[in-house]
């Protein structure tokens, strides 16, 4: 079950915040502090990939309104 290292050295360099983040974890329901950095690291991947997918859309989204305005500027006919 504990695998994954870099949560194994969170843990390791909580140090006297340790307690608090024992008793914040016990509060949220996770079994184990180490359940708890876990779904935290899930979390943050999830929401980067969340901010990636929007970065994305945005630039499409920019991209279109670029070519619809080259294309309104293309509108006479005689050019």
């Known amino acids: 079950m504990m695998k994954n290292k870099k949560i194994l050295q969170q843990i390791e360099d909580l140090k006297g915040r340790r307690a608090y983040e024992e008793k ?19 979390e943050s991947a999830l929401a980067a990939e969340t901010t990636a997918a929007q970065l994305e859309r945005f630039r499409i989204k920019k991209k279109l309104a670029i070519t619809a305005k080259t294309e309104e500027e293309k509108s006479c006919g005689c050019c």
């Open 24 to 42: 914040k974890a016990a509060k949220l329901g996770f079994g184990s502090l180490y359940a708890f950095f876990e779904h935290k690291l899930q």
